[in-house]
T-cell receptor, first 114, second 113 residues
Framework: DGGITQSPKYLFRKEGQNVTLSCEQN?????MYWYRQDPGQGLRLIYY???????QKGDIAEGYSVSREKKESFPLTVTSAQKNPTAFYLC?????????????FGPGTRLLVL | QKEVEQNSGPLSVPEGAIASLNCTYS??????FFWYRQYSGKSPELIMF????GDKEDGRFTAQLNKASQYVSLLIRDSQPSDSATYLC?????????????FGQGTILTVHP
């Protein structure tokens, strides 16, 4: 089955710790995105990547880092610099970045701070 | 700052009624508009997208776009309890070379039997 997978489903972070969220897609999509969702709010863009080995900051990139070494994979690292990391993290992908391209979401990772 | 505004609700309708969800956006040049449904604790799933003024129908769902008034709406006919969810409006920005979407905060819909 084609789709987007994210792991883990739940992640606990200790203070001062870096943690990495996994996102994998087998849809052969070029573009991938990371969003953050806080309770009662919409989604905010953290990082995006249009092609392998290239990525750009979104609206709230501070305290986060990404890599795009393979087309299928776009991991997100939440660094210790992110002081309020508790949120629902969503990975998305689209065929390309044209106006008509729709974004499809993975199941999400819920990050909690211990 | 480009904005997408939705009434957060909750919007409560009886089963079988029409649910009407509205969304306004600030960027007059916005090109594409999307409605996502998000069940509690789950990720958003695409319901409808619309690019041109007017109506677009898909089953029980109708998206309506009025670019002159800068609003997009979603109508759900014959509402079912399974339609109870948060509905997110997303707008594709003008002039972006990538797929940046700006999301509204979502409207909570409750369909009661």
């Amino acid at each position: 089955d084609g789709g987007i997978t994210q792991s883990p489903k739940y992640l606990f972070r200790k203070e001062g710790q870096n943690v990495t969220l996994s996102c994998e897609q087998n849809l052969n999509h070029d573009a991938m995105y990371w969003y953050r969702q806080d309770p009662g709010q919409g989604l905010r863009l953290i990082y995006y990547s249009q092609i392998v080995n290239d990525f750009q900051k979104g609206d709230i990139a501070e305290g986060y880092s990404v890599s795009r070494e393979k087309k299928e994979s776009f991991p997100l690292t939440v660094t210790s610099a992110q002081k309020n990391p508790t949120a629902f993290y969503l990975c998305a992908s689209s065929i390309g970045a044209a106006a008509q391209e729709t974004q499809y979401f993975g199941p999400g990772t819920r990050l909690l701070v211990l | 700052q480009k904005e997408v505004e939705q009434n957060s609700g909750p919007l409560s309708v009886p089963e079988g009624a029409i649910a009407s969800l509205n969304c306004t956006y600030s960027d007059r040049g916005s090109q594409s508009f999307f409605w996502y449904r998000q069940y509690s604790g789950k990720s958003p799933e695409l319901i409808m997208f619309i690019y041109s003024n007017g109506d677009k129908e898909d089953g029980r769902f109708t998206a309506q776009l009025n670019k002159a008034s800068q609003y997009v709406s979603l109508l759900i006919r014959d509402s079912q309890p399974s339609d109870s969810a948060t509905y997110l409006c997303a707008v594709r920005d003008r002039g972006t070379s990538y797929g940046k979407l700006t999301f509204g905060q979502g409207t909570i819909l409750t369909v009661h039997p």
